[in-house]
């Protein structure tokens, strides 16, 4: 491995530290007893330099320690995603990925080069893994990560230097943690200095606290490293005040399907003696609660034997903790994982079409019959693979030479039924197109709609699954243009999904049936109306099916000469993208 070469930042001047030289007619002189005086090589200047290293905590999820820190922009790849990070605040993203999914196993992945910053706030350049490593191996071997993370100065800190004649030498302000560390590296063992108090100092808990002298300095720098020698995720006393504080109710319960109503109307609440009950005014069952700490904390519940409370009987994952919600989840024996999610307002309503839409998703294999990527069409890019979504949560996408493998959920959010999936993009980075939140537009056990609007004025993506593998990629449906009218001519049809520009208007064709007649008619009818139009299929290679209902409303939005994107015995597929930069519309039939 190439010597890694530090670039060391040991000048004051650059980071602007303010050096003031206080030689004066009247020399001040300093009293070595004097406590508010400090040497360079006390207890106190020692836990200042801890303090003010840099902490390489912060960053763990990304590099796994804390001997070093990563320096911003870095680019990743979580649970198979690709994230840039440009600084702190963009961790969030990763803890974001990796909690969509608590099923799964997180993995993580540096693209190198990366630089790294050490806790004297040296910086190095990391090749690859193996080099990090091995500086990680290093650090931990000399004694690992020494810095004091508890807490935070509030700058600017003015300090009084003095020399061993015990004169007043001059003054330094320093405006952050790396002034403050190279000032303090930089005095002598003759040096002495002092602060000038008063000072804030800002803890874990983001309370400020206001030191007046220097026991008070170093007693609290000692209290927080003593008491913050946990790396525990979850803070039991906070966690015990939240939960034992007010009522919980249960808004999610999912153990293969999704069991929410089994406890709609129940309060839950937990007391300080471990102690905990539901009640829903007319039956009250009583039970126990334990939290077990570490780095992977437990809530243990225990409501009894009597269904459906038993289901709660578990050591159960924390996975998110706070005043408002608390989310748990419990890998079963099978492998398979059940949620939990208490919070402070009941559920506004069940589970919907949650059960039926995940019966239908686990039921046989699927097939990519239209990815629509805000008007590109990308279907052929996964027409090879035939999907499978197993009631664990995972999935698989397996083609002649590829697998891919992934993670599924469905959940409802403010009224709106998602499918969220997550593929590995390692095995074919094409899957980053199909991971994302995806709105059901419908589903049925022939076919699954999807959509994604994208925010802030952004286009429109659209994803339909199938249970017979896609006959063409890009225009013309893969067929033939006698193919497409036999197959039209065959049965009846419903519309599955109508998308005017991305607002989905499908339920205004609910319970009509199409019959598409040989001749070129067309008889949209619900048994109460009829609607009269004319149809045709023209090209040769790209397919157009056109579409004339004259004035008939609803069916005059249909009006047009349709792309034809894919077809199948069963289905098929449309588009029609308006001239002048209009918008998109999509239409799909499906056999009855």
């Not at 003095?162 to 063992?189: A, M, R, S």
């Amino acid at each position: 491995m190439e010597k890694l070469t530090k670039l060391f930042l040991f000048t004051l001047l650059i980071f602007g530290v303010t050096f003031t030289s206080c030689q004066k007619e009247e020399e001040i002189f300093i009293d070595e007893t004097n406590e508010e005086t400090i040497t360079a090589n006390s207890v106190l200047a020692n836990l200042l330099i801890r303090t003010s290293q840099n902490s390489g905590s912060i960053d763990d999820i990304i590099d796994g320690n804390s001997c070093v820190s990563v320096k911003f922009p870095v680019t990743v790849i979580a649970n198979g995603q690709e994230v840039i990070l440009t600084d702190e605040d963009d961790l969030d993203i990763v803890e974001a990925i990796f909690n969509q999914f608590p099923n799964d196993i997180d993995t993580l992945e540096i693209v190198f080069p990366i630089t790294v910053i050490l806790d004297d706030y040296t910086e190095v350049v990391v090749n690859s893994q193996a080099e990090l490593d091995a500086l990680i191996a290093a650090c931990e071997s000399s004694g690992g990560d020494d810095s004091i993370s508890c807490l935070d100065f509030e700058y600017p800190i003015t300090f009084f230097i003095f020399d061993n004649n015990q004169q007043q030498t001059g003054t330094v302000t320093v405006n952050n943690d790396l002034e403050l560390y190279l000032f303090l590296n930089g005095l002598g063992d003759d040096d002495y200095f002092s602060i000038d108090y008063p000072i804030n100092v800002i803890l874990d808990d983001n309370s400020v606290v206001t030191v007046t002298n220097n026991a008070q300095l170093q007693q609290l720098i000692d209290d927080c490293e003593n008491n913050s020698g946990s790396n525990d995720p979850i803070d039991p006393v906070v966690f015990e005040q939240n939960l034992t504080n007010g009522v919980w109710y249960i808004t999610y319960f999912f153990d293969d399907f999704d069991e929410t109503d089994n406890y709609n109307g129940y309060e839950f609440s937990f007391a300080t003696d471990n102690t905990a009950q539901a009640t829903n005014g007319t039956n009250t069952v009583p039970g126990t609660w334990m939290f077990e700490g570490g780095s992977t904390p437990d809530l243990v519940l225990f409501f009894g034997t009597n269904s459906p409370f038993d289901e709660l009987d578990d050591d159960w994952d924390i996975i998110e903790a706070t005043n408002d919600i608390i989310r748990l989840r419990d890998e079963s024996g099978d492998g398979s994982i059940d949620y939990l999610t208490f919070e402070r307002t009941p559920p506004t309503g069940g589970g919907g079409n949650t059960n039926a839409l995940i019966t239908e998703l686990t039921t046989g294999v699927w097939y990519v019959n239209l990815l629509d990527d805000d008007g590109n069409i990308e279907t052929c890019d996964y027409v090879d693979y035939v999907f499978t979504y197993n009631l664990n949560g995972t999935a698989t996408a397996i083609s002649s030479s590829t697998t891919v493998n992934g993670f599924w959920s469905v959940e409802v959010d403010d009224g709106v039924l998602n499918l969220i999936l997550n593929f590995d993009i390692t095995a074919d980075p094409n899957f980053d197109d199909i991971n994302d939140d995806w709105d059901v537009s419908s589903f049925n056990s022939n076919l699954i709609s999807l959509l994604d609007v994208s925010g802030g004025g952004g286009g429109t993506d659209i994803l339909e699954f199938g249970r017979s593998p896609a006959t063409g990629c890009g225009g013309g449906g893969g067929g033939t243009a006698q193919a497409l009218i036999d197959t039209l001519e065959d049965g009846q049809w419903f519309v599955a999904q109508y998308l005017d520009d991305g607002i989905d208007e499908t339920i205004d064709y609910n319970g009509y049936t199409l019959t598409f007649n040989t001749g070129g008619t067309v008889v949209a009818t619900n048994g109460t109306n009829t609607f009269n139009g004319t149809w045709a299929v023209t090209g040769t290679t790209n397919l157009d099916l056109v579409l004339d209902f004259g004035t008939q409303f609803p069916f005059d939005e249909f009006n047009d000469d349709w792309d034809v994107l894919n077809f199948t015995s069963t289905l098929v597929e449309l588009e029609d993208v308006s001239g002048g930069g209009g918008g998109t519309d999509n239409l799909t039939f499906q056999k009855l």
